[in-house]
């Protein structure tokens, strides 16, 4: 029986849109940082295999240390949202639990406001950096998406001399000449290869999770500004049951003085 009652209450007080928005924010980074590992995986293992892309010394920032750095941004983006999903989450549990139980035991204290506004100000920083994530996954899509149109279309494009020259992509310096061109066996290899065709596939799938990840965002700030909102209009309820609890308290005290001069001066 207590622990119907014990779910009834936690159900009570489920934040339900902030669950929606975690599980949405989940799917969206795991999506963004498993895709877009193996993408960028993929990626070196074309340069390296149709390109002829060596590793420069350790002292030298090549294309493939940058594909390493990116593979360890990339754990840390899952690690940190992992932790903010949770934070959100908690502050969504209390946040909720404050407005359903204003008149209990739990009170709305100034630095649980404070802690709203500042998860309202840190989620809005974080959109911004999605979008800008968005934006950068994009990038590869395009270049990909254009390389594979070239391989599908290998009949129309047989007797243009089409060449993917890496320096156009600032991939490596002007000096350097990595290129494939179309009529050449690499060209060919490439297209044929299992490489090219998942990993395009795999950057439009970690372009979905980080699309997934902004919608996240634009759902945690409409619903933390909504208890924000909630919770500021609940102090206001609040702070005018107090003063009406003190008035109701003064006229009582007075009564009961007007009562015992009455009753003394009777006697």
């Known amino acids: 029986m207590r622990w119907d009652l014990c779910c009834v209450k936690c159900l009570g007080v489920l934040p339900y849109a902030s669950l929606f928005a975690t599980i949405l924010l989940y799917a969206g980074v795991a999506l963004f940082c498993g895709c877009g590992h193996e993408a960028l995986s993929g990626t070196a293992t074309i340069l390296q295999n149709y390109f002829e892309v060596v590793r420069a010394p350790v002292e030298t920032l090549d294309v493939l240390t940058m594909i390493d750095i990116l593979k ?22 209390f946040t909720t639990g404050a407005i359903r139980d204003l008149y209990g035991d739990f009170k709305i204290t100034a630095c649980g406001r404070c802690v709203s506004a500042w998860f309202i100000m840190l989620t809005y920083i974080f959109f911004l950096a999605w979008l800008g994530v968005t934006a950068f996954t994009s990038l590869p899509v395009f270049m990909y998406f254009n ?79 909504a208890n924000w909102a909630y919770v500021k209009d609940a102090c206001r309820m609040q702070k005018y049951e107090d003063i009406k609890s003190k008035e109701e308290q003064e006229l009582h005290d007075i009564h009961s003085t007007r009562s015992k001069e009455r009753l003394n001066a009777y006697t």
Do not use: P
Request: charge should be negative; charged fraction near 15%.
């Open 72 to 93: 360890y941004v990339i754990y840390g983006v899952a690690a940190a949202f992992f932790v903010y999903g949770i934070l959100l989450m908690v502050e969504g549990f």
């Open 147 to 225: 390389i594979w149109t070239i391989c599908q279309n290998t009949t129309v494009v047989e007797g243009a001399n089409l060449c993917l020259d890496l320096r156009q992509f600032g991939m490596v310096t002007i000096g350097e000449e990595r290129k494939v061109c179309t009529g050449s066996e690499k060209f060919f290899k490439m297209c044929e290869s299992n490489e090219l065709d998942m990993t395009f596939h795999l950057f439009v799938c970690a372009l979905a999770g980080a699309g997934a990840a902004v919608i996240a965002m634009v759902h945690y700030l409409m619903v933390l500004s």
